[in-house]
């Protein structure tokens, strides 16, 4: 379903690649980092235990690692609210060793992102392909004709879900406290309107050592259920010098490095934040994110479910009850 799909995905912004290997099909810069993902993908099936205990998934921080933390959050927080419109494109992988070998994407897709302050997002996958084979010893990728990507709107009130496979738009009303500047407990929770006390409040933050010294590397958490179905951990890799996200790898909820070694690496490409275009089209045409599907669609009206409060589910931990 949509919030599945979405928040395996996104979030946002400027090409390069940090985290994830690519068998051949990523740049040079992608290897280097083999290394550290590797240890980050035992990390996180090694962590499961703790999750589960409904305590942190890694040791203590340090005071001065908690202060430098707290100020990464705060200036990644500064850029994200210095942001009035966004237009990037991403490029999307996803692993998943059932349906290709290991290092080789299942899929592959290319989209853009959109967001104008301070609660208005759109993300749509514009072409995806899907491993068919290996051919002259490299992986193959075609198209399918009846499989689309995700496409998604927030316009502040509603989520907007199109489904082009159906041929149906899910429309979900916010409630009014999800409404507006709110939108971080969207879908979306890593690039809109970031507040660095909430994103602490739903995640179990740290910040880890980046494959390169121009880049920030932290590991998100989740604490409360919903998050947990949907991930089980992720890599955000920041720009040190403008604290914009530019790479972001998110793990399947039940990934294992050698049992279930599922997760999506994005990049972020060709970054257009606060242009003179952009704004033109936000505040003169009114097309700058446009949330009307095709006339011929059907329209299905749906129940937003309002994710639970992390501090309700401390007793029984992240993963649930525990099992007596």
Request: proline share 7%; aromatic share 10%.
């Amino acid at each position: 379903m949509m919030r599945s799909i979405l928040t395996s995905m996104l979030v946002f912004l400027v090409s390069s690649s940090v985290v994830a290997q690519q068998a051949g099909t990523q740049q040079a810069g992608t290897q280097q980092a083999g290394t550290q993902q590797a240890g980050t993908q035992q990390a996180a099936a090694q962590n499961g235990n703790a999750n589960a205990a409904g305590q942190a998934p890694f040791g203590a921080i340090s005071p001065a690692a908690q202060q430098q933390l707290d100020q990464v959050l705060q200036n990644w927080q500064n850029q994200s609210n210095g942001t009035k419109t966004l237009d990037v494109k991403f490029l999307r992988f996803h692993y998943d060793a059932a349906s290709a070998p290991l290092g080789v994407p299942a899929n592959k897709s290319q989209g853009i992102i959109k967001y104008a302050a301070p609660d208005r997002g759109l993300i749509r996958v514009e072409q995806i392909v899907f491993y068919a084979g290996m051919v002259a010893a490299k992986p193959d990728f075609k198209p399918a004709a009846d499989r689309f990507g995700e496409h998604w709107v927030c316009n502040g009130k509603q989520l907007i879900e199109f489904d082009r496979n159906a041929k149906e738009c899910r429309i979900q009303d916010l409630p009014p406290g999800m409404q507006g500047k709110n939108i971080i407990s969207s879908p979306l929770p890593f690039v809109f309107n970031l507040d660095a006390a909430q994103l602490k409040q739903r995640y179990w933050v740290r910040q880890t050592q980046a494959p390169a010294p121009d880049v920030i590397l932290l590991e998100v958490w989740p604490k409360r259920g919903e998050d947990r179905a949907q991930y089980k951990m992720v890599q955000v890799a920041l720009e040190a010098k403008t604290f914009q996200p530019k790479a972001l790898v998110m793990y399947a909820p039940n990934f294992d490095a050698k049992l279930a070694p599922v997760w999506d690496h994005y990049e972020f490409q060709e970054v257009k934040r606060n242009s003179l275009a952009d704004n033109f089209q936000r505040f003169v045409t009114r097309n700058f994110i446009p949330e009307k599907p095709p006339s011929d669609w059907k329209i299905l009206r749906e129940e937003f479910a309002v994710p639970e409060e992390p501090a309700a589910q401390q007793a029984e931990g992240p993963n649930g009850p525990a099992k007596r």
